[in-house]
């Protein structure tokens, strides 16, 4: 068993969290490893100024297109990566540089498998889950936890002290919060951020109740444990401590941000930019409510979308991006609004700054898994 070597790290304040998946984290089509991992990036995540990484996908997951989102065994890191010794040396050596180590953590939902998943674990429909339709989510086709039993509630309290003392992860980006929190799950959903859109039926307080408990636990048991919650919903107080009646969170991500930006390229042209509407939209957030900001993350880089970068500069990327070719108006104009559309995001889109791997430096190509529809093919699945 490995032995650790440097003390956890208490995250810094100023939060710059670089996201990562380590399959993809090679230039080679294959899967990369945890060893890989620790040897090649981690040296150059320290090298650009980040201080906290965030690993998707540790979970184990039957399904690698899932992207980690379909867990399987919730209380073993993936083995297509290496041995969980590997992951610890990983988390060690981040610490010995002082990185604080993230796990993405998907209690929203549980893989739909039942010989290798948590579905039907007794050979009834709702032992971990509600039964009937409630207990199944319409669009991942997974099953949805049933919080209101203690023995669920248990079982994910001691998955997230299994992360931490096993493996000294110093934080968790909760995924999937808005469909936890809403009996219809944010599907054909909007939210403008009116409070009668809160607790009106449509809450799922069982699951609220869950995400308080596990934020009191993190942050008891662990000082200086940090949580983030993926949430689009805009909840009141959920980055606010529960003694004071919130959901306990220290963070929230602006998912509304990329989303700008994306629309924005897409549908108006450059001296139509209404900077007024882009500084509200990156300062409009809950007051003395923490949040995480980012351009794009893994979401804007997944296949059928486009990257910032690729939406600014497009084929040109491929053929005029070279000292050795001349420098077009088209890349000229994309390298300067794509640093301006970082600087900007990060100085007034929240506490915390993060970007997904690849897209620091503009990475053109989009992320696709091998699977069925592109013949099993890894050239897209590597960063």
Known sequence: RYTFKNKRV????????YEAHIGISSPEGRVATFKEFTQNMLPMIKDLGYNAVQLM????????????????????????????????????????????????????HACNNVEDGLN?????????????????????????????HHEVTRFLLSNLRYWIEEFGFDGFRFDGVTSMMYKHHGIAYGFSGHYDEYFTGNTDEEAVVYLMLANYM????????????????????????????GVGFDYRLTM?????????????????????????????????????????SHDQALVGDKTLAFWL??????????DMSPLTPIVDRGLALHKMIRL??????????LTFEGNEFGHPEWLDFPREGNGSSFHYARR
């Open 10 to 17: 208490v995250p810094e304040a100023d939060l710059c969290i």
């Open 57 to 108: 996908a540790v979970m184990e997951h039957a399904y690698y297109a899932s992207f980690g989102y379909q867990v399987t065994s919730f209380f073993a890191p993936s083995s297509r990566y290496g041995e969980p010794d590997d992951l610890r040396e990983l988390i060690d050596t981040a610490h010995g540089l002082g990185i604080a180590v993230f796990l993405d953590v998907v209690h929203s």
């Open 120 to 148: 039907q674990f007794d050979g009834t429909d709702h032992c971990y889950f509600h039964e009937g339709g409630r207990g199944r989510h319409e669009l991942w086709n997974s099953r949805l936890f049933n919080y209101g």
């Open 218 to 245: 993190c942050h008891k048991l662990y000082p200086g444990f940090v949580t983030i919650a993926e949430d689009v919903s805009g909840m009141p107080a959920l980055c606010r401590s529960v003694s004071e009646g």
């Open 256 to 296: 509304s941000v990329p989303d700008m930006w994306i629309k924005m390229l897409k549908e108006t042209r450059d001296e139509d930019w209404d900077m007024v509407q882009i500084a509200h939209q990156l300062t409009n957030r809950r007051y003395q409510e923490r949040a995480i900001t980012y351009c794009e």
């Open 313 to 322: 500069m497009d084929k040109e990327m491929y053929t005029h991006m070279s």
């Open 344 to 353: 900007v995001t990060c100085g007034l889109g929240g506490e915390g700054y």
